[in-house]
């Protein structure tokens, strides 16, 4: 089974910037699909942002849309969460999320964190003023 590590949580004022990283390891096959969510205290988890290796197409929650953007670093082996003009609203514990293989069906269900199969442990975000 793949082995995730998020980092790069934090604590900053509204409008500031987070780059939060997830090194993946153990991946069997080259291809896979990945997302982030985040988790607020005493709420249900929710997706942010998903995409798959080798894949044209991103995914956003619509409260991120515009302000994160999700990629892989150039050694293919870390996905990469860029959160700018953060808000109140986004603090929460950030977790990386990963299913082997490469999917065409992934933008059906990149939202639901129950189609993943490896989570990493969590990366705290914390936005106030």
């Known amino acids: 089974q793949a082995q995730l590590m998020e980092s790069g949580g934090g604590s900053v004022q509204p409008g500031g910037s987070l780059r939060l990283s997830c090194t993946a390891s153990g991946f069997i096959y080259n291809t896979h699909c990945m997302g982030w969510f985040r988790q607020e205290p005493g709420k249900e988890r929710e997706a942010v942002a998903g995409m798959c290796t080798f894949g044209a197409n991103t995914y956003y929650a619509d409260s991120v849309k515009g302000r994160f953007t999700i990629s892989q670093d150039d050694a293919k082996n870390t996905l990469v969460l860029q959160m700018d003009n953060l808000k109140p609203e986004d603090s929460g514990m950030y977790f990386c999320?990963?299913?082997?293989?490469?999917?065409?069906?992934?933008?059906?269900?990149?939202?639901?964190?129950?189609?993943?199969?490896?989570w990493g442990q969590g990366t705290q975000v914390t936005v106030s003023s």
């Open positions: 999320a990963a299913r082997q293989g490469f999917y065409s069906t992934f933008s059906t269900w990149w939202d639901r964190q129950s189609e993943y199969v490896d």
